[in-house]
């Protein structure tokens, strides 16, 4: 019955997003890309080894999220991501079977009582039918690098389309001069179904006057409008805590089980030139089933260019 309900808003959110209150026309207010590999983290290639989002930003104007209600402003993204078991040929016996999730989604961005709010949906495909394990055998035996087997192939989660919604709350607060504390609450349903409590601190003036959006892996936030460009170095750290209510990628009866608590916490550097910026982090991943032996270590990159 819940899959059915979810279906039915997936249908119908875009239609109601379409129509925001005050009837501008909309223009592209911004990009927002963040890659993150394990590789660039502790070189282990494992687990939450790698995924790419980039989510296109819409709406009449940008007037921070005070200045605009449910449905102006815009997040369309989509993400690719790849879990895999620690060894990509024979994995053991305990440990998680490989998976990869394509996604599309609409968010939209906007304040409430001093908050910042987002809500949105997506539709998740996993299984081979999404051609994602497909994709890396063949990047990997481009690359010189070991692709996945066969078997870990054959064994992955297998193909079925995961509606769902998500939603998150928070609120910035000055601590002084360039630093912010922004603590969030987040709830997933869908792929995975979880909650989440957390908090960021940026030093520095990355995302000024900006939109920041989260990384589903790493939960680092990346710019999706690039607002103030002040040229420098800033530092970004993190963390939060979930509870797993319930992962299609860990089934149950399965030989892994599920931990129901996880917790991360990142450490990023931002620079930002005249024309160019870059961002490069680290998050630390709490182990996501019972049998992994531990946690791993993940990085994230984001390149901006003007030309």
């Not at 402003?73 to 994995?91: C, D, M, Q, Y």
């Not at 607060?173 to 349903?189: C, D, K, N, Q, T």
């Not at 601190?201 to 939109?211: A, D, P």
């Not at 019972?290 to 260019?305: K, Y």
Request: proline share 4%.
């Amino acid at each position: 019955m819940v899959r059915w309900v979810l279906m039915a808003v997936l249908a119908a959110l875009p239609v109601l997003l379409g129509t925001p209150a005050v009837a501008e026309e909309r223009v592209t207010l911004g990009w927002g890309r963040i890659f993150t590999n394990d590789q660039i983290g502790d070189g282990k290639n494992r687990w939450r080894t790698g995924s790419y989002t980039v989510s296109r930003v819409r709406g009449p104007s940008w007037q921070g999220h005070a200045g605009h209600g449910f449905g102006d402003i815009l997040e369309l993204r989509g993400h690719a991501g790849v879990i895999a078991p620690a060894n990509l040929t024979t994995p053991a016996a305990n440990d998680r079977r490989y998976a990869g999730v394509l996604s599309f989604g609409v968010n939209t961005h906007f304040g409430w009582q001093g908050s910042e709010m987002a809500l949105g949906a997506e539709l998740a495909l996993t299984g081979p039918r999404n051609g994602i394990g497909s994709f890396q055998k063949w990047f990997h035996d481009q690359a010189g690098m070991v692709p996945p087997s066969a078997a870990v192939l054959d064994a992955q989660i297998g193909s079925r389309l995961h509606p769902g919604l998500n939603g998150e709350i928070g609120r910035s607060f000055a601590l002084g001069e360039g630093i912010v504390a922004r603590p969030f609450a987040e709830a997933r349903l869908g792929v995975e179904s979880l909650v989440r409590l957390g908090g960021d601190i940026t030093i520095g003036r990355f995302g000024e006057g900006g939109l920041m959006l989260r990384d589903v892996t790493t939960g680092q936030r990346y710019r999706g409008i690039e607002g103030t460009r002040t040229e420098g170095f800033s530092l970004t750290l993190g963390g939060d805590v979930a509870h797993v209510l319930d992962t299609a990628l860990l089934p149950s009866g399965g030989t892994v089980g599920a931990e129901k608590d996880r917790y991360r916490l990142r450490a990023g550097l931002h620079w930002q030139g005249e024309r160019a910026s870059t961002f490069y982090s680290i998050t630390y991943l709490s182990r996501e089933f019972v049998q992994q032996p531990e946690g791993q270590l993940v990085g994230a990159l984001s390149l901006n260019l003007r030309f």
